[in-house]
């Protein structure tokens, strides 16, 4: 089942955890934790994060943010 918008999800070809924002075409428009540029992704390629990796996302990028490589 593919993820809502709103749902935390990974696009299992990059591995990137990212937030559902739409369903466009025959995509799935997905945006990194934390914000940042939209990517589409392929519907059969994306599926539900699981809570450990939603922590790991959470993680990444408070500590990219505390050494200031993003606002």
Excluded: C, F, I, K
Excluded at 32 to 53: C, I, K, L, M, Q
Aim: charged share 25%; glycine share 14%; aromatic share 8%.
């Amino acid at each position: 089942m593919m993820p809502p918008v709103g749902a935390y999800a990974v696009d299992t070809r990059t591995g990137r955890v990212g937030l559902v924002m739409g369903h466009e075409g025959p995509y799935v428009q997905m945006r990194p934790y934390g914000g940042g540029r939209e990517w589409d992704a392929d519907p059969g390629d994306v599926r539900h994060a699981t809570p450990s990796e939603r922590l790991s996302a959470a993680t990444a990028y408070t500590n990219a943010r505390s050494r200031g490589e993003v606002p």
